[in-house]
Nanobody
């Protein structure tokens, strides 16, 4: 059984910062890519940022220069540092991990989601 547990969401004023964390646990054999997605009301579910096991990153255009994704492979944890937050960043943020376990082939796993609200 694999679990992805997210933390760090909340309410922040425009221009503020938040740091999201997502820790994967269970019978994990290898984690390939990890990423953060978001879903805002009335908008499409989108990839915000992704990072490979080797550290290569990619970002959706709207967050480039403001968000930074990092990972700690020893802790099976991925982070999303969000700076200069805007109202349009308001969404539920989901962690994703592409991994294999001791008992299953390569699959996608998801966290439960954490709410980020940017408002004055």
């Amino acid at each position: 059984q694999v679990q992805l547990v997210e933390s760090g969401g909340g309410l922040v004023q425009p221009g503020g910062s938040l740091r999201l964390s997502c820790a994967a646990s269970g019978s994990i054999f290898k984690i390939y890519a990890m990423g953060w997605y978001r879903h805002a009301p009335g908008k499409q579910f989108e990839l915000v940022a992704g990072i490979t096991s080797g550290g290569t990153t990619n970002y959706t255009d709207s967050v480039k220069g403001r968000f930074t994704i990092t990972r700690d492979n020893a802790k099976n944890t991925v982070y999303l540092q969000m700076n200069s937050l805007k109202a349009e960043d308001t969404a539920v943020y989901y962690c994703n991990a592409d991994l294999t376990t001791a008992y299953s082939t390569r699959s996608d796993y998801w966290g439960q989601g954490t709410q980020v609200t940017v408002s004055s």
